[in-house]
């Protein structure tokens, strides 16, 4: 949701997301770019997945529109209002039924600002994976990245598949534009999920 014009149920301490226009997380559409450029350079197919509430379909319709190749909005009334951990535990499970070689995440959701998903999904997910990313390239199946820590700069290589959280610094996303494809909707039924 737009932080901007967030507020918090007093009973249940989740967002109130009902009427709230819905952008994409600066960080994430870093992360789109820097899955469309790495696309664009190697060949593949860019598929966004978001977990929320329908409204979200709306952010990923803009992804569509930026350039991925398939948007998928995992949204299911049994796992509303889930925490970083759930949230993560069912993005990772999303990952194994789609397959992946690379997963990009944004470094933090302005609405939380934990930073916890992305390594969250890693972990369940068993691959490495970093944060703070400044930069990334693959070269023969092998990933390379910068991390930015503090004032230093650190360097890694890693085998696929692996996870990055990347920075807003990263790049400049591209504009968006007109595309006629649509947002595919998955429920808990469809994954194999531990409720």
Do not use: H, W
Not at 60 to 88: F, N, P, Q
Not at 140 to 155: D, W
């Amino acid at each position: 949701p737009d932080t901007s014009e967030v507020k918090i149920d007093s009973k249940t301490n989740n967002l109130v997301r009902e009427g709230v226009p819905s952008i994409i997380n600066p960080y994430d559409e870093n992360g789109m770019e820097t899955a469309l450029a790495l696309r664009d350079e190697l060949g593949g197919k860019v598929t966004v997945v978001s977990m929320g509430p329908m409204q979200a379909s709306s952010t990923l319709e803009y992804c569509l529109k930026m350039g991925a190749d398939e948007a998928v909005l995992v949204s299911d009334r049994l796992i509303g209002g889930s925490d970083t951990l759930a949230t993560g535990y069912t993005l990772s499970e999303v990952a194994k039924k789609l397959g992946y070689d690379l997963i990009i995440c944004g470094n933090e959701a302005i609405d939380g600002c934990t930073g916890q998903v992305g390594p969250i999904m890693a972990e369940n997910l068993g691959i490495p994976q970093f944060t703070y990313v400044r930069d990334v390239q693959v070269e023969a199946g092998r990933l390379k990245v910068q991390r930015e820590v503090g004032r230093n700069i650190e360097f890694y290589e890693a085998e696929l598949p692996a996870l990055v959280c990347v920075l807003k610094d990263i790049n400049r996303p591209r504009k968006a534009e007109k595309t006629d494809k649509k947002v595919r909707l998955m429920k808990v039924a469809d994954l194999d999920l531990d409720l």
